[in-house]
């Protein structure tokens, strides 16, 4: 059974690579390529407390700027995995506006009382998304991608058929960039 999972997560890679999903930076940034459009750091930011391409402390966050990006990528169907709730999107929409915006920590940190938070069924986007900010924060350190993995097998638990092959590609991903 082992030899079939690496052979299927090798395969998963090299069909990643293929279409340009994987390239030779994919293991700095872990992002796939196709989700990987930036934000400048200060687009959420307050403008008075910051300059073009500069971060900002989270607590100078600009909620209004933030909303926009968010209401921008759930209206073009931008965000990677979907809850049930249109309340939780929206809490996977301001934690992928982090990511996108080079806060990964924060992301990571909004994830991660999102998860703890619930006490009623847990939308499992979250873990993926969770995952999403340990890639982005850098594969080069063994802890982000062994915490990326177990939030993307937690993610799989239970996912809907539709979402199973963008979780198994963004952990082969993971586990590819971890074994180079």
Do not use: W
Not at 26 to 53: M, R
Not at 154 to 173: F, G, P
Request: some cysteine; overall charge neutral; proline content about 5%.
């Amino acid at each position: 059974m082992r030899s079939f999972v690496n052979y299927f997560v090798y395969f998963v890679f090299l069909r990643l690579v293929e279409c340009g999903i994987v390239g030779v930076d994919g293991c700095k940034s872990g992002v796939p390529v196709h989700e990987n459009e930036e934000f400048d750091p200060s687009e959420i930011c307050v403008p008075a407390v910051t300059t073009p391409t500069k971060k900002c402390m989270p607590e100078n966050f600009d909620a209004l700027k933030i909303q926009k990006l968010v209401e921008s990528h759930q209206s073009k169907h931008l965000l990677p995995l979907l809850c049930k709730s249109p309340q939780d999107n929206y809490k996977i929409g301001i934690g992928l506006v982090y990511i996108k915006s080079s806060y990964p920590e924060v992301a990571l940190d909004h994830f991660t009382k999102l998860i703890m938070n619930r006490n009623d069924e847990i939308c499992r986007a979250f873990y993926f998304m969770r995952a999403l900010a340990f890639t982005k924060l850098g594969l080069d350190d063994p802890r982000n991608a062994q915490n990326a993995i177990s939030d993307l097998t937690e993610a799989l638990q239970a996912a809907e058929q539709k979402d199973r092959l963008k979780i198994y590609e963004t952990r082969a991903q993971v586990n590819a960039c971890q074994h180079q």
